[in-house]
């Protein structure tokens, strides 16, 4: 497939105006396009394809977008051997300068108007990337996250497993394969219905213990996130929640990226997870033991207040959990604040707080970083519907006999 910036090249070409020895002079390409120029125009919706991607249609009338034709000429200029814009530093900018220059913050980075095809398995750990720029390669990416046809289905019950002849809303959903696909298969038929987003990504530390490639630099880690959630939030419903873990390495990275997709005002809460005491020997008392849980809304989210037997509102304090065989309460810190190791740093009973809080029955739950199934074993034992994903077939096969287990 032709890529649209040599097809745009050979375009252009045809208008003397704008080569000299044969090479394009970009600036005058740029000139004429900011002055809206007769004959450029005439030149750039000829060709179906350039019409397509710089022209919208407002009511009949084709409005020339100048200012996405400005940054796709550029681009080359600025960085000939790079399919990004963006300049190879990290930082925060406004307006594409950095914070220097402007009180106005967004988190920047090489890569970040660009597409990442991402690898998530111990076998791609060790390829080389690929990076499709969203101006300067469209075709690449609609290709790329097009919807794909989903195959292999297994439909299972109490009874047991059952040839798939239909699938509605109301069937839970295990997709093995690349997240990123997944999302964007779903989004036609889930726009809008998945009540609540728990996710556990990689947390880029270098270790990839579950079968992902968490060994992502910092640049590709937040374009890889960045991808995943800008098609995760269209499926959240207006009202609905998502909950993000991670740990000190990419959180805070992640929150100013949150606050770009979903908007700063729909932060809700830092929910600080403490999985551990520590090692009480250790000479440095201050040992990393708690992951960091973002929560944000799309929209006005209700929040639901969970009530005892009785009916009467369950203040958080009051609140104890079962852990194997342990209750810790908030007597869980008085007595011995060092005796409260959990077993597993993501248990059921965090992840159905998520569930409860956020969701009612019969609602949608999505985990796009499915592992171990936790979120989808919640899920069914609360009444709620439910959509997993992973690209690790052990992840895939745990999930299924833990959901198996589940009356």
Known sequence: MQ????????????????VVDGKLLKNKIIELA????????????????????FFSDVEGVLVFDKIKFQK?????????????????????????????ESKEVVLAWPYKDCVLEGGQTKEDAKRSEVFWNETLAPDEIDLLLSPKVLTNFKKYDKVGEHPVTEITLNDNLIIKGNNLLALHSLEKVYRGRVKLIYIDP?????????????????????????????VAKELLSNDGSIFI??????????????????????????????YGAGDVNAKNRFCRVSDHILFYAKGENKFNIQKDEKGAKVKDWQR???????????????ENEDNYMYPTQKPKELISRFVLASTNEGDTVADYYLGSGTTAVVCKELNRNFIGCDINPKAIEITNARLDAVS
């Open 3 to 18: 890529n649209l910036y040599n097809d745009l090249k050979d375009l252009l070409q045809q208008d003397e105006r704008l």
């Open 320 to 334: 104890s959990f079962s852990f194997g065989e342990k209750t810790f309460n908030k007597k869980w810190f008085a």
């Open 245 to 274: 873990q991670l740990d000190w390495n990419e959180v805070h990275y992640c929150k100013l990226l949150m606050d770009e997709i979903f908007g700063r005002e729909f932060f809700r809460n830092e929910i600080i997870w403490c």
């Open 72 to 100: 796709f000429i550029s681009n080359k200029q600025f960085l000939p051997d790079s399919f990004t814009a963006f300049k190879n530093k990290i930082g925060l900018t406004a307006n594409d300068e950095f914070i220097t």
């Open 34 to 53: 900011l002055a809206m120029d007769g004959s450029l125009l005439k030149l750039l919706l000829s060709h179906a394809g350039i019409k397509k991607h």
């Open 202 to 230: 990689p947390y880029n530390t270098g270790n990839d213990s579950f079968g992902y490639n968490d060994k992502f630099i910092h640049s590709t880690w937040l374009t890889f996130m960045r991808n995943r959630l800008s």
